[in-house]
């Protein structure tokens, strides 16, 4: 392998024919899925699990793995054995590699495997095509400030920002996440970076997923 780390946000929503089942079927399903898609653990080098606050979804899962088949692999054993029961909503695609914006620092593989905060977030991000005519030095200061911005702000400590790369991956150029164990402070320092200049070149940061970390699928059951 390169030491590249494809990443991957799916969410699903449960079909009708989910609902439909008895309860105790319903948790046999979940638990099937996690067993299923452990069977690719030995190719995934990060595995978490949420539930998710949108209306068109009930489930995120996030991946990581240094070869883009298992990626492939996840996908397929939760399509073709419980598509009766999940269907995809939003599925993410995206490449780790350090930000040209930024010196050497803590890597994404160094914190994969740290104990998981509260919440994820997560959004496709892209950018126009003007951003890319700027000269780089440019676009680094800009940038410089845009980061300076977020992590001065009194609330950014404990949140974790991992920016991961769809060029040619995927509809959108980025894939941007997070993890908090408050929503309140998210929701402040991302306030707080709608003054930034950076944001004149966005044109896609939606839809934001929210997610609330769960130890199993089945966890998102009510207790009977």
Request: no cysteine; glycine share 6%.
């Amino acid at each position: 392998m390169s030491g590249s780390i494809y990443t991957m946000v799916l969410t699903l929503s449960l079909t009708q024919g989910f609902h439909e089942l008895e309860p105790g079927k319903r948790k046999d399903i979940l638990d099937s899925v996690d067993t299923s898609i452990s069977g690719t653990a030995n190719g995934l080098i990060h595995l978490k699990r949420y539930r998710t606050l949108r209306a068109e979804s009930d489930l995120m899962i996030w991946t990581a793995s240094e070869d883009p088949d298992t990626l492939f692999s996840v996908k397929e054993r939760l399509s073709v054995g419980y598509g009766s029961y999940l269907n995809p909503v939003n599925l993410f695609v995206s490449l780790y590699e350090h930000s040209p914006y930024l010196n050497k620092g803590v890597t994404l593989r160094d914190t994969l495997n740290m104990e998981p905060l509260k919440y994820f977030l997560a959004y496709p991000m892209s950018k126009t095509p003007e951003w890319y005519l700027i000269p780089f030095e440019e676009r680094k200061k800009i940038m410089a400030d845009h980061i300076g911005m977020a992590a001065s702000h009194p609330e950014s400590r404990g949140i974790r920002s991992f920016t991961t790369y769809s060029y040619g991956l995927g509809d959108q150029e980025f894939v941007v996440m997070y993890e908090t164990d408050s929503l309140t402070a998210w929701s402040h320092v991302t306030g707080r970076l709608r003054e930034a200049e950076a944001r004149k070149w966005i044109v896609q940061e939606t839809p934001i997923i929210v997610g609330r970390y769960i130890d199993h699928l089945a966890d998102i059951l009510l207790p009977d």
